[in-house]
């Protein structure tokens, strides 16, 4: 088996990390906009000020994408490009250039994946409380409207939340990325409460008012664990070391996930947390719980189950192994076992919504981009995501992070995830080999996935 017949093959960005113009036509400020300004939040001083220009040059981006051959593509709005206050009074040029943007891809017969919130929140209701006001659900329930309102007769794919472990996570409690805060627990569970409010909010907004019939999901962070061989004892603790909360930590699957897909808070993490979790209206729950129609995961690494759990739990690699630049490591048994267990347990389809690498990128002497390194791992990784869906898993689609090179956050242009280089300075798109090669996957629909034929497909270039 391969993957199905109407898979969607894609890739991702984000608004900050691509668009720039960040203070042009009306756009408000957020909170990457004052991290960026923060001495020493960011690597060298870096912004998103212009990041890829992809306000100004969307037409020349959605050009690559056809080129490639790609047929869905993930992106986020910009909440202050569309509402500079994040409330209130709408920018009508912000709505405009995703008007612009939604037309230009279904012209390339792109289908566009909408993502409501990914990370830049508005710094007007930052300075209200943001994720920690009991209002801020309210507040993105109004955007949401407004963008179904404005969007949903083109777009009928719609995903709500990011990475909330990373935007509540490492944004509220570790500080390593906006707003930047180091709060105490209790604070950091009420604003994952919050937020998975305005998930809930938000699906029940789509569901009344799209134009046309919406398919629904999110892309929270998949934190893979994966057995050491397939005997029985290792899956079920690779399973345990999964989904158990056994420590006070925002990477956790189950603390997001169960209230969002099962109702409920999970009861280890009840447990462990005790009096840190937020005294909350149990109708709340409700409010979370709202039917999805595919459980996106951006997977990236993990870790093997092969040892006791004590030892399994903080797993340290031998020295060594294989790692991207940004020091995750190659780990492609995460595409088989994540969306196994995840499907397992929470019983929905699967959309890979983000999956790359970054690496040592630069244009050659001959003007070509010879990133080998993302092909051998996005075959890999994609070898194992056919095989699970050759043994049962819905796989539904796969979004390649990053369509290019883009400003990564508290990294800021030091990290290359894109199959397309930009050159900062100037701003020159130039499709690195694994952007050929990636379209030769989707024309086989992921039936050659091999990189035997990587000097061919470097002649075509």
């Known amino acids: 088996m391969s993957f199905r017949d109407d898979f969607h093959w894609g890739a991702a960005t984000a608004s900050y990390q691509i668009e720039g113009a960040w203070d042009a036509e009306g756009k408000g400020p957020n909170v990457w906009d004052r991290m960026c300004r923060w001495p020493g939040k960011v690597h060298d001083g870096h912004t998103g000020d212009v990041a890829c220009d992809h306000v100004n040059r969307y037409r020349e981006d959605v050009e690559l994408m056809r080129q490639i051959g790609i047929n869905s593509y993930r992106f986020s709005v910009s909440w ?11 920018n009508e040029a912000g709505l405009a250039f995703y008007d612009r943007l939604i037309d230009a891809l279904l012209e390339a017969n792109v289908q566009p994946w909408l993502t409501l919130f990914h990370w830049d929140y508005p710094l007007a209701l930052y300075n209200r409380g943001g994720w920690l006001n009991r209002e801020s659900p309210d507040w993105f329930e109004a955007y949401t409207r407004l963008l179904v309102d404005r969007f949903s007769d083109r777009v009928t794919n719609w995903m709500t939340l990011n990475e909330p472990q990373c935007f509540i996570g490492m944004g509220h409690y570790t500080g390593q990325h906006a707003p930047g805060c180091k709060l105490p627990w209790s604070d950091v569970l009420l604003a994952a409460h919050h937020a998975l409010m305005a998930h809930g909010r938000a699906v029940s907004t789509i569901r009344e008012h799209a134009r046309n019939t919406p398919t629904i999901g999110w892309a929270p962070v998949g934190v893979v664990r994966y057995p050491h061989n397939n005997d029985r004892q290792y899956i ?17 699957n189950t603390w997001y996930s169960d209230p969002v897909i099962l109702g409920h808070y999970p009861e280890d993490g009840l447990r462990l947390f005790a009096e840190d979790v937020p005294n909350f209206d149990p109708a709340d729950l409700k409010v979370i719980n709202q039917p999805l129609d595919f459980y996106g995961a951006n997977i990236y690494t993990g870790a093997p189950a092969n040892g006791t759990p004590e030892i399994d739990l903080h797993y340290k690699r031998p020295a060594g192994s294989p790692h991207t630049l940004i020091g995750w490591p190659l780990e492609p048994d995460c595409l088989y076992w994540g969306p196994y267990f995840l499907q397992e347990r929470y019983k929905l389809p699967i959309v890979i919504t983000e999956n790359g690498m970054s690496g040592h990128d630069w244009v050659a002497s001959d003007g070509r981009v010879y990133d080998y390194h993302r092909i051998d791992l996005a075959s890999r990784y994609l070898t194992r995501l056919r095989d699970a869906a050759s043994d049962g898993v819905d796989i539904r689609g796969y979004f390649h992070w990053s369509l290019m090179d883009n400003f990564e956050w508290a990294e800021g242009y030091s990290q290359r995830f894109g199959m397309i280089h930009v050159d900062y300075q100037t701003l020159k798109r130039t499709p690195k080999l694994s952007a050929h090669w990636y379209g030769r996957v989707i024309e086989s629909n992921g039936n050659e996935l091999g990189v035997d034929r990587l000097e061919e497909q470097l002649c075509d270039a």
Do not use: C, Q, Y
């Not at 202050?80 to 709408?90: D, I, M, N, W």
């Not at 079920?236 to 956790?252: G, N, P, Q, V």
């Open 80 to 90: 202050s490009r569309v509402l500079p206050e994040g409330t209130g009074k709408v």
């Open 236 to 252: 079920d603790h690779a399973r345990s070391l999964m989904f158990d909360i056994t420590e006070k930590t925002h990477w956790s």
